[in-house]
């Protein structure tokens, strides 16, 4: 059984910061990429950052400059430092990640089950 859970979220000023923590847990051969998305009410789910096995990221242009994804992989764990915090930053955060379960090249996606970050302003 793989399991991702998040930690970091909660209620921050704008222009504050936050990091929030990706941890897999469970058995698995490896993670491959690893992602943060976010859902704010009555929108759907965007994503917001990705990094690649080997480090390479990718940022949503609303997030690129404030928001850095980085990752640990002896932790197996990845984080979404968030800086420069804005109202409209106020949504569920959730992590994802692509696992191998078996050693065998094919991918297993898992989602965590999401923490809340709040921006007042």
């Known amino acids: 059984q793989v399991q991702l859970v998040e930690s970091g979220g909660g209620l921050v000023q704008a222009g504050g910061s936050l990091r929030l923590s990706c941890t897999a847990s469970g058995s698995f051969f490896s993670i491959n990429a690893m992602r943060w998305y976010r859902q704010a009410p009555g929108k759907q789910r965007e994503l917001v950052a990705a990094v690649t096995k080997g480090g390479n990221t990718t940022y949503a242009d609303s997030v690129q400059g404030r928001f850095i994804i980085s990752r640990d992989n002896a932790k197996n764990t990845a984080y979404l430092q968030m800086n420069s915090l804005k109202p409209e930053d106020t949504a569920a955060y959730y992590c994802?990640?692509?696992?191998?379960?078996?050693?065998?090249?094919?991918?297993?996606?898992?989602w965590g089950q999401g923490t809340q970050v709040t921006v007042s302003s």
């Open positions: 994802n990640a692509d696992f191998d379960l078996t050693g065998r090249g094919r991918d297993y996606r898992y």
